[in-house]
């Protein structure tokens, strides 16, 4: 399969999301913010990073980007679109995505490893995760706090569009373990179609054990097999 | 013709920044703080005398890209 990487000036997780996607076995390349086509790409990925410097909010400035058009055209084909961390705050400026990210509730930047349990299993991003299985990854963030108003959040819990949620090491959704204030500890959510998803904590930066954690590959491995799947019903 | 935006955080959105603000503000020996909101300042300078066509203009840009409708809300003033 073949992943778009996104560019933005000040992007810093690209080469990350490059290397964890061929490290398990897939191509992936570079497509720099001035690009107006994603080529023959499978699926995208907004990696993280503070594009644009962060300037006005996270994201605003990423979202008018030509590549970016396409990325909305993309989308809207029903292509796979994941954003990590800032790429989640490009992808809800967007509007591809609902709600926002705001200032973590304690104003620190938390740079730590989490524990997201998985709470929709059925999505093209959550697919292959083992059942309860709780992912160990990282977060870098400093306005990670997922909000939406309470309309929102109502469609998201009724179409099951929550895709992870922090949670302690024994999976429980306490307060304590939820590092920036998000709204019921979403970490992760999709769009009503399912193709398109943001989550603030890095999955690419725990493909390996070298890392501290291979967890975030089973987020690849979804997308993997979501990608074959469409590739042999469009065969078929 | 100068713009003046003004842009703050929606009040059901949790404003961590006004919180610390006002509480330095009361260790500081400020009393009576009822609340502190932090926002954003955006001052535009343009060509131009047609009030109307720049508030039309830039309400749009506003709502569409300097503010966030999700969280934020924003006055517009033009000088």
Not at chain 1, 88 to 99: I, S
Not at chain 2, 24 to 50: F, N, P, R, S
Request: hydrophobic fraction near 40%; glycine fraction near 8%; charge should be neutral.
């Amino acid at each position: 399969m073949n992943f778009a990487v996104l560019q933005f000036p000040a992007s810093n997780c690209d080469q990350d999301a490059i290397h964890a996607v061929r490290l398990l076995g897939h191509s992936a390349r570079y497509v720099w913010h001035k690009e107006h086509s994603l080529g023959d790409a499978d699926a995208v990925i907004v990696p993280g990073g503070f594009s644009y410097g962060d300037y006005l909010r996270c994201g605003a400035i990423a979202r008018f980007s030509p590549v970016m058009q396409a990325v909305k055209q993309f989308a809207e084909n029903g292509g796979l679109v994941l954003g990590v961390c800032n790429g989640f705050q490009v992808l809800t400026e967007a509007g591809l995505l609902p709600g926002a990210l705001v200032r973590n509730r304690d104003l620190q930047f938390h740079c730590e490893h989490i524990f997201l349990k998985t709470v929709t299993p059925d999505s093209p991003f959550t697919g292959k995760i083992p059942p309860d299985k709780l992912l160990r990854v990282p977060i870098a963030h400093g306005e990670g706090c997922y909000f939406a108003d309470a309309e929102t959040l109502a469609k998201l819990r009724a179409g099951n569009q929550i895709l992870w949620q922090y949670c302690d090491a024994n999976g429980n959704l306490t307060d304590k373990a939820n590092p920036n204030g998000s709204l019921r500890n979403i970490a992760g959510i999709c769009n009503d179609r399912r193709n398109v998803a943001g989550l603030m904590p890095h999955p690419e930066r725990a493909c390996e054990l070298a890392l501290g954690s291979d967890d975030g590959k089973w987020i690849f491995e979804s997308l993997f097999a979501a990608l074959q799947n469409k590739a042999t019903a469009k065969a078929a | 013709m100068k713009v003046k935006i003004i842009i703050t955080p929606k009040k059901a959105v949790v404003d961590p920044q006004g919180k610390t603000v006002q509480v330095a503000l009361e260790q500081m020996g400020h009393q009576g703080i009822k609340a502190v909101h932090v926002g954003k300042y955006l001052e535009i300078e343009l060509d131009g005398t047609d009030r109307e066509a720049a508030r039309k203009a830039l309400d749009e840009a506003a709502h569409r890209f300097l503010s966030n409708p999700v969280i934020e809300d924003y006055r517009l003033e033009i000088e």
